[in-house]
């Protein structure tokens, strides 16, 4: 198993300013995922952070507004950017050990944001 | 159609009895299948891998796995108040993953 330590977790921000959430993997990862998860409901991916390159974003979600960064295989972080109430959710880093193709997802614990 | 299917309950279950929850997803090259368990107002837990027909056991906890049916099992052997939590259905096609919605589980004492 990986430790997986997200910051911060919880923030209550004003509409239309950023935050950027950090996640950083203890063991040697292959993938890393962020997700968007609203009370009650399931997980929605957001993006699949690629280390050094543009994350791969999924349909209804684009960088302009979640900006992600992959430095390093352990590293990565999401910007929410202009923010509104609607973004107001539980976001979650998760990441793949190293060790093949068939690995599972680990999570972090989370980001609870709250939008004014 | 979703990629995984699952029932969103709630399942209902007196303490000490057997939780069957299932899972059926639909790409036959699914590899491998993960169940999490997600505790309200927490991240999901890892509890149990299968990526073979067949059962395989943990403790309290058993996975089955019938890919020719493209389904996926769990039971709760002597289920606890605390087995609570909404059980997550995961299926994985080498980095390709898919979560189902979940299935809500109540273990009445």
């Known amino acids: 198993s990986a430790v997986i330590s997200q910051k911060p977790s919880r923030d209550i921000c004003q509409r239309g300013t950023s935050l950027t959430i950090q996640c950083q993997v203890d063991?040697?990862?292959?993938?890393m995922f962020w997700y968007r998860q609203q009370p009650g409901q399931s997980l929605t991916l957001i993006a699949t952070?690629?280390?050094?390159?543009?994350?791969?974003?999924e349909s209804g979600f684009v960088i302009d507004k979640f900006p992600i960064s992959r430095p390093n295989l352990t590293f990565s972080t999401l910007t929410v950017s202009n923010m509104s109430p609607e973004d107001s959710s539980i976001y979650l880093c998760?990441?793949?050990?190293?060790?093949?193709?068939?690995?599972?997802?680990?999570f972090g614990d989370g980001t609870r944001l709250s939008i004014l | 159609q979703k990629e995984v299917e699952q029932n969103s309950g709630p399942l209902s279950v007196p303490e000490g009895a057997i939780a069957s929850l299932n899972c059926t997803y639909s790409?036959?090259?699914?590899?491998?299948f993960f169940w999490y368990r997600q505790y309200s107002g927490k991240s999901p837990e890892l509890i149990m891998s299968?990526?073979?027909?067949g059962d395989k056991e943990d403790g309290r906890f058993t996975a089955q796995l019938n890919k020719a049916s493209q389904y996926v099992s769990l039971l709760i052997r002597d289920s606890q108040p605390s087995d609570s939590a909404t059980y997550l259905c995961?299926?994985?096609?080498?980095?390709?993953?898919?979560f189902g919605s979940g299935t809500k589980l109540n273990v009445k004492p």
């Open positions: 998760s990441a793949t050990l190293t060790g093949g193709g068939l690995q599972p997802q680990h």
């Open positions: 063991s040697q990862v292959t993938m």
């Open positions: 952070a690629n280390q050094g390159s543009e994350a791969t974003y």
């Open positions: 790409d036959r090259g699914s590899q491998s």
């Open positions: 299968i990526y073979s027909n």
């Open positions: 995961a299926v994985n096609n080498f980095n390709k993953f898919y």
